[in-house]
């Protein structure tokens, strides 16, 4: 079925009263909703026995000023409809651990009931046996533990970047999963299952269009980037690699694959008067040597293998806690437009067409919870399927993260 637009001047609509009217807007909502709703057959009712690697703030939240995520939380919500439990969490920080199951047995659900403690990852894989892992590691430290996790057939979520080594360490890594069949790997791409993304994938194909040019922006508040981490890029990448990845991620979703000897990148070095930033968070960005420091802005050029171009404006020059993020599309006969995709309440999808109008569809979502259920809804039915960030496929983005990062600092 065609999507059709209403033909009125800058229409604003939610899209949750869309899903409502489908038939008044002629949208296809079927497709629309494809990662919307979750049923659970009777036979799938096996509880899952889940831990967390990492006690940070990916996985348990308050260490982010202003951050929307925490996959603790969601497992909570979907702990009413899915039979599993928390059966460990590991982190070399034992005060942090000891906060955070504290913090979650406090809240009195099942899901926290029989949670054990672990300083060591081995010593939790082999004693809580989980079937699924919720990696949230620094940048650096992932390798060995997943390898941990592969051997003894532990599903994973990891969180992105999935390092910051050279791609051939991923690409390692990715041809020991492929050596276990049955093996389910996510990765937070969280992006790929916001409902914005999900219209826009669906525009695209219904329409039957591709983008000539994608240009994706990126800028991030560095006020509320307290770790020193973030700023020592031994420890982070780099900042593209850390966050700008996640528009890596979808430059690639939506345009294809990018020839990467045609990347071409600059910045704005951490030594140059233009990279000054006047409030940078107490004890971050000291003592790092010159080399290590991090960019304050890059821009990348880069064509894909179809014959578009693109490039990515990444920068971490924003204060207070609210980023810039947006995404354009320049298409045969149409501009489509991703705005503020971090936004849990006012990312909107703009429509610009020939006929001078332009529409605006509001798109308030969780990806976090729907990343996490679909992942959950793979463990317990065996089925990957609907995992749209693999982690072979988010090898490529680490090559694409990679190659930008690596050749900013190079002119
Ligand atoms: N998808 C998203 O939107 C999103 C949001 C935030 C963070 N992230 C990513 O998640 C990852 C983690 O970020 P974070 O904010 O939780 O960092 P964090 O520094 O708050 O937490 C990381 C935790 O890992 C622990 N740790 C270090 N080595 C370990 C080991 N060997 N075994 C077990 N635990 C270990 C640390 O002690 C720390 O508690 C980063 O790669 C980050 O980019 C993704």
Known sequence: MLLTLPATEDVIVDHDSLLLQSDKASLDVELLSNVSCYAFKEEETSMLKIAFIGAGGVNFGGLDPGAPWDHASRLEELSKTIALEVVGISDPNQARLEFVLKERQAKNLKLWANTQIFADVKTMLDTARPNGVFIGLPPFAHGEIEEMCAERSIDMFIEKPIACREPAFVENLR???????????????????????????????????????????????????????????????????????????????????????????????????????????????????????????????????????????????????????????????????LVDPYSSTDCRVEIHDSSNKHQVYKFPDDPYLTEDRVFLEALHSRDSSKITSSYSDAVNTYKLSYQIQKGCYEK
Request: glycine share 10%; charged share 20%; aromatic share 12%.
């Open 175 to 337: 041809d020991c999963f492929n050596t276990r069949p049955g093996l389910i790997v996510s990765v937070g791409y969280m992006l790929r299952y916001h409902k914005a993304v999900v219209f826009i994938k669906n525009f695209l194909a219904e329409n039957n269009i591709q983008p000539a040019s994608i240009c994706a922006r990126y800028n991030s508040a560095y006020t509320s980037m307290p770790k020193p981490g973030f700023w020592d890029a031994r420890m982070s990448g780099g900042p593209v690699i850390e966050q700008g990845t996640h528009f890596c991620d979808l430059v690639r979703y939506f345009g294809g694959e990018i020839n990467l000897d045609s990347v071409a990148s600059i910045c704005v070095q951490p030594s140059s008067v233009m990279g000054t930033l006047s409030e940078v968070p107490p004890g971050c960005d000291v003592g790092v040597p010159e080399e290590h420091r991090i960019a304050r802005a890059t821009s990348s050029l880069f064509k894909f293998k179809n014959g578009a171009v693109g490039m990515l404006q990444h920068a971490i020059t924003m204060k207070g806690e609210r980023y810039f993020t947006e995404v354009e599309l320049w298409c045969d006969g149409y501009v489509v437009r």
